[in-house]
C-alpha cells in the first residue's frame, strides 16, 4: 500500500525517540549535579567555603538602623 505521509510517520518517530532520550539525559545530568554538591557541601572544604562565604557577607552588610519609635524611647529613658 501506498504510504505518502511515510517519511514524516518515520521523523516523527525519530523525534519522539529522541525527545525520550534526551529526558533521560537531562534526568541523569540532574541527578549527578546533585549527588556532586551534595558530596561538595558535605566536605571540609565545602564547610569552610559557606563559613567564609558567611562571614565576608556578615562583615560587609550594613547595620541596619534601628526604627525610629526605638530611638525615641530610649532618648526618653535618659531625661
Known amino acids: ?3 505518502p ?7 516523527l518517530q ?4 529522541n525527545a525520550n532520550l534526551a529526558k533521560q539525559y537531562s534526568i ?3 541527578e549527578n549535579a546533585k549527588s556532586k554538591s551534595e558530596s561538595f557541601i ?5 564547610i569552610a567555603s ?8 556578615g562583615a ?3 547595620v ?8 525615641l524611647s530610649m532618648l526618653l529613658k535618659l531625661f
Open 64 to 71: 541596619p538602623k534601628p526604627p525610629a519609635s526605638i530611638i
Open 42 to 46: 558535605s566536605s571540609p572544604t565545602g
Open 5 to 11: 505521509m511515510k517519511k514524516q510517520k518515520l521523523k
Open 14 to 17: 525519530q523525534a519522539s525517540v
Open 1 to 3: 500500500m501506498f504510504d
Open 60 to 62: 560587609t552588610t550594613d
Open 50 to 57: 559557606m563559613f567564609v562565604a558567611g562571614s565576608i557577607k
Open 28 to 30: 541523569r545530568q540532574l
